[in-house]
């Protein structure tokens, strides 16, 4: 049985930091690029970071996202990580883990989609 979750989500002052995690289990993991999405109130849902499969080499990440968020894989732990630093209003949204057999590229370029999505965890940026 497939399974993809996110945990970390929650309450963060403006200017805070806060660390999400995805697990995975029922594919090939390491196989697979994870991406991270989100989806702010009224608003499509967004590809923020992405690190690919087969060794873990490249990383994208959004232009509003660059810079502030770090995506990194902890082999051990069969998880992908997304370090957020500096966080704002802005970034209030639910955010979604997803896996695909594509790259990176491909779901950027909105030419692969996710084949499996975790149910999303909550980040709420307020004073």
């Known amino acids: 049985q497939v399974q993809l979750v996110e945990s970390g989500g929650g309450l963060v002052q403006p200017g805070g930091s806060l660390k999400l995690s995805c697990t995975g289990s029922g594919f090939p993991w390491n196989d697979y690029a994870i991406a991270w999405y989100r989806q702010a109130p009224g608003q499509k849902r967004q590809i923020i970071a992405c690190?690919?499969?087969?060794?873990?080499?490249?990383?994208k990440y959004s232009n509003s996202v660059k810079g502030r968020f770090t995506i990194s894989s902890d082999s051990a732990k069969q998880a992908v990580n997304l370090q957020m630093e500096a966080l704002n209003a802005d970034d209030t949204a639910t955010y979604y883990c997803?896996?695909?057999?594509?790259?990176?590229?491909?779901?950027?370029?909105?030419?692969?989609?996710?084949?499996?999505w975790g149910r999303g965890t909550l980040i709420t940026v307020s004073s």
């Open positions: 690190i690919s499969g087969f060794g873990r080499s490249e990383k």
């Open positions: 997803a896996a695909t057999e594509y790259t990176c590229v491909g779901l950027w370029a909105s030419v692969a989609y996710p084949k499996y």
